[in-house]
Each structure stands twice: as C-alpha cells, then as structure tokens.
C-alpha cells in the first residue's frame, strides 16, 4: 500500500512540477513580448496642462476666439450662403485670427 501511495505522490509531483514549468515559461513568454511591445510602441509624451490663473486665462481666451470664430463663420454662411463668399470669409478669418487676438486680449510675443 506505501508503496502505491509513494508512486501516486511521485505522479503527482511530477505533474504539479510540469504545471510549475509550464506555468513559468508562459510567464517567461508574456515578459519577453511586453518588453518587445515596449521597445516597439512609440511611448506617448504626456502634456501636463498649466493650472495657474495665467493658464485658465488664457484657455477662456481661446475659447472665445474659437466661439467668435465659428459664430462669424454660421453667420456668413446663414446670410450669404454662397460658397465663394463664405471661402473667402474662412481665409480672411484665418488671416485675422492672430490680429485680432493680440489686439484684444493684449498678446506680445
């Protein structure tokens, strides 16, 4: 009886160490293709955002630029709705855009 129970305790170790070994190899495998993913994907650059009062000014400013912008856009195309005129307005927009920012909101470079 010793004997039988001796070979089933040697079965299952031999088993219960192959699961072990399988186990670390798949570990192993896992490891080496998250360090080649890492050296392959380009590591993206995170951009902390400002939070002073300064920050906060000048992102409202920049909404309302964008507001201004889009509004003044609508506009043209609501009254005129020609495509050429509102082309037009779009590049004189795009032209005045840096004008009209330094002008109102006090912005030297």
Known sequence: MSKERARRRAVREAERARAIRRNEERQ????????????????????????????????????????????????????????WTSFGVLVLSLLLIPVVMTLAFDRRT
């Open 28 to 83: 192993a495998r896992r490891a080496r293709r998250r360090a080649l993913l890492r050296t392959l994907t380009p590591r993206r650059v995170r951009v902390a955002r400002q939070g002073g009062v300064l920050a906060r000014r000048q992102r409202a400013q920049n909404v309302v630029a964008a507001v201004a912008f889009l509004l003044v856009q609508a506009v043209t195309w609501l009254v005129w709705g020609s495509w």
